[in-house]
């Protein structure tokens, strides 16, 4: 699934950069607000940060595409309980956890005004660690793979680039049989610098 999804990623890039109006590329740095929802974590943000990389191709008029490639991180801790002890689904209890992506989102870009611009589009997160100590028996606790949905609004003024976004995770991210249904979510703040 990995390999088809950044096939497609690569083919409509080379599309878009062929018939593209215009075109851009930068870099891009933030802050991140994650949670994981499932009844074996805490509920909450955990601060974490993501930095990378994007490219713009505005094709007709106000509508346009932004593929990116982005290091991200999702923090998170297990519920509460005694020390050693040993949750229902199989996690080590009270245990804080940093889960790093590369994260790949390919966004639909609306520039609805002057300075304005809409971001709606699928992202595939790619897991770099697998967090064996969260497990009792060491083996890994996550799925390799998350695929989320995006929206999010970006200011931008010359080369700068400010933006916001919501990313919901649509897939269950477990790798635990016992551990019901987890996904993922992010709130994102940061800026990005158009450097060609």
Request: charged content about 15%.
């Amino acid at each position: 699934m990995k390999k088809l999804f950044l096939s497609t990623v690569v083919l409509v890039a080379i599309t878009f950069s062929v018939n593209a109006q215009s075109f851009a590329l930068g870099v891009k740095a933030g802050a991140i607000g994650t949670k994981i929802d499932g009844e074996s974590f805490e509920s909450g943000y955990k601060l974490s940060y993501q930095g990378g990389a994007f490219a713009e191709f505005d094709l007709l008029g106000k509508i346009g595409v932004q593929p990116e490639l982005l290091f991200s991180q999702t923090s998170s801790k297990t519920v509460s309980g005694t020390s050693g002890s040993v949750l229902t689904s199989g996690l080590n209890a009270n245990t804080a956890f940093t889960l790093s992506y590369l994260s790949i989102p390919v966004l639909l870009r609306y520039n609805f005004a002057k300075f304005f611009t809409l971001n709606v589009g699928p992202q595939y997160g790619i897991l770099l660690n697998k967090s064996s100590d969260l497990k009792t028996n060491g083996e890994s606790a996550f799925k390799s793979g998350d695929v989320s949905g995006v929206l999010g609004l970006q200011f931008h003024l010359s080369s700068l680039r400010v933006y916001g976004r919501y990313v919901i995770g649509l897939n269950n991210i477990s790798d635990v049989s016992s551990s019901g249904s987890w996904k993922s979510q992010q709130l994102e703040l940061g800026v990005g610098l158009k450097v060609l």
